[in-house]
Nanobody, 124 residues
Framework: QVQLVESGGGLVQAGGSLRLSCAAS????????VGWFRQAPGKEREFAAA????????DYEDFVKGRFTVSRDNAKNTAYLQMNSLKPEDTAVYYC?????????????????WGQGTQVTVSS
């Protein structure tokens, strides 16, 4: 199984930017789709973005509104989520997740492996 570790979170003011990283180890990273999810206190985990195994296909939830970009570098075993124009409602723990089968999904329950999460806090 692949193991995932997120990093890059922090405290930023509204309108600022962060780039989250998802470092993978243990298995061949290119065999997995990668999804990015977030969870705010008291709320359900929600889909943000996903990228296919080779990086050729991406998918974004509507709340991103063109602000986030997902990418990956399989040679470095790392996926990224570039977040621009951050809003206070983006405050959440952000997780990357891996999905081995060939279905592309926005559903958290379809993902097999999860990182520990990284906190993103956006102040107003």
């Amino acid at each position: 199984q692949v193991q995932l570790v997120e990093s890059g979170g922090g405290l930023v003011q509204a309108g600022g930017s962060l780039r989250l990283s998802c470092a993978a180890s243990g298995r061949t990273f290119s065999n997995y789709h990668v999804g990015w999810f977030r969870q705010a206190p008291g709320k359900e985990r929600e889909f943000a973005a996903a990228i296919s195994r080779s990086g050729g296909i991406t998918d974004y939830e509507d709340f991103v509104k063109g602000r986030f970009t997902v990418s990956r570098d399989n040679a470095k075993n790392t996926a990224y989520l570039q977040m621009n124009s951050l809003k206070p409602e983006d405050t959440a723990v952000y997780y990357c997740a891996a999905k081995r089968d060939n279905r592309f999904s926005r559903l958290s329950r379809d993902y097999d492996t999860w990182g520990q999460g990284t906190q993103v806090t956006v102040s107003s």
